[in-house]
């Protein structure tokens, strides 16, 4: 009987050709400005981004704007409060809401700033 041969020693592969460099990717603004379906989903990306802030947005203005008329329906004692001679409806309505309009936009503004600078991050060359 013969003993079995030794295997050959192992051996790493990592290119087939010897001088080959690391491959290099293609930056994404070029997909972007070429149309291409990498762009595509990067343009998606920041476009369901802007629409999720937009939506949040929306929901918490229906929200605000809502919860007044349920207040005053809830609560039969809020429809009787006056602040000097004015109802307290009128009052929120007409001063309340102007600041928090206020708020919710310099909120907006600067979440949306903040997408879309994520947006140029990703697409900048590196």
């Given at each position: 009987?013969?003993?079995?041969?030794?295997?050959?020693p192992?051996?790493?592969?990592?290119?087939?050709?010897?001088?080959?460099s690391?491959?290099r990717?293609?930056?994404p603004?070029?997909?972007?400005?070429?149309q291409?379906?990498?762009?595509?989903?990067?343009?998606?990306?920041?476009m369901?981004?802007?629409?999720?802030?937009?939506?949040?947005?929306?929901?918490?203005?229906?929200a605000?704007?809502?919860?007044?008329?349920?207040?005053?329906?809830?609560?039969?004692?809020?429809?009787a409060?006056?602040?000097?001679?004015?109802?307290?409806?009128?009052?929120?309505?007409g001063?309340?809401?102007?600041?928090?309009a206020?708020?919710?936009?310099?909120?907006?503004?600067?979440?949306?700033?903040r997408?879309?600078?994520?947006?140029?991050?990703?697409v900048?060359?590196p």
């Amino acid at each position: 009987m013969s003993t079995p041969a030794q295997p050959p020693p192992r051996v790493r592969v990592t290119s087939s050709r010897r001088g080959a460099s690391p491959m290099r990717s293609r930056p994404p603004a070029r997909d972007i400005d070429e149309q291409t379906e990498l762009g595509d989903v990067y343009l998606e990306g920041l476009m369901r981004a802007q629409l999720r802030l937009s939506l949040a947005v929306l929901a918490i203005t229906v929200a605000g704007l809502t919860a007044l008329p349920l207040v005053l329906l809830l609560v039969p004692a809020t429809r009787a409060v006056t602040v000097v001679g004015i109802p307290f409806a009128w009052l929120v309505l007409g001063v309340a809401v102007y600041p928090a309009a206020w708020v919710l936009a310099r909120w907006y503004t600067r979440q949306s700033e903040r997408v879309e600078s994520d947006f140029v991050d990703v697409v900048e060359d590196p």
